[in-house]
């Protein structure tokens, strides 16, 4: 069955940095379309980057250079380095999977989350 664990959430000041990872299993991780979503208090859950088994990667206007999403594939791995951080991109992250193509904020699978939060 698909796993999907998220870490390296934290707190920090505005300006900074932070390093998301997901670890997968149960699946061919390097055939599935894989991306990291995020949910505010009070908003609607958003799609932050995507990234297709092809490497070809995709970001919201609003992270755009400032977010790169990669992965591992001989590690099962997903990350997102986060970088220049506002309070804006506070929220829960997650991490997530979907066998299909072209996917962006809607995935068939997804992680618990891990909680970001940027104080200005």
């Known amino acids: 069955q698909v796993q999907l664990v998220e870490s390296g959430g934290g707190a920090v000041q505005a300006g900074g940095s932070l390093r998301l990872a997901c670890a997968a299993s149960?699946?061919?991780?390097?055939?599935?379309?894989m991306g990291w979503l995020r949910q505010a208090p009070g908003k609607e859950r958003e799609g932050v980057a995507s990234?297709?088994?092809?490497?070809?990667?995709r970001y919201a206007n609003s992270v755009k250079g400032r977010f790169t999403i990669s992965k591992d594939n001989a590690k099962n791995t997903l990350y997102l380095q986060m970088n220049n951080l506002k309070p804006e991109d506070s929220g829960i992250y997650y991490c997530?999977?979907?066998?299909?193509?072209?996917?962006?904020?809607?995935?068939?699978?997804r992680g618990q989350g891990t909680q970001v939060s940027v104080s200005s």
């Open positions: 990234i297709e088994r092809t490497g070809t990667t």
């Open positions: 149960g699946y061919t991780f390097s055939s599935y379309c």
């Open positions: 997530a999977a979907d066998p299909r193509t072209g996917r962006f904020t809607t995935f068939t699978y």
